[in-house]
């Protein structure tokens, strides 16, 4: 019902704040040149990308747990998304 209200009254940041960081958000890391997803170790401060080995560019982008669990499967059955990145804008 909650939302429902937030997204007749179009406040799209609102309900991306209320269905993400209040609910199930997390973080994924993203490769700049390839959009493979990134293998990362935060407490170890390790960045890696397998397709572009050293000269990875990470970036960490917001995203749900849902998602991610998707993208997992999606991996398991050898199908592998892509991302392109773009600079963040209001
Ligand atoms: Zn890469």
Known sequence: MEKDVLIAQGSSRTTDEKMGAHSDGTDI???????????????????????????????????????????NEMSSMCVEPTFELEPFSY
């Open 29 to 71: 890391y993203i490769c700049h040149n390839c959009g493979h997803r990134a293998i990362v170790n935060e407490s170890l401060c390790k960045y890696k990308c397998f397709i572009c080995g050293p000269r990875a560019n990470i970036a960490r982008v917001s995203s749900t747990w849902v998602a991610n669990l998707l993208f």
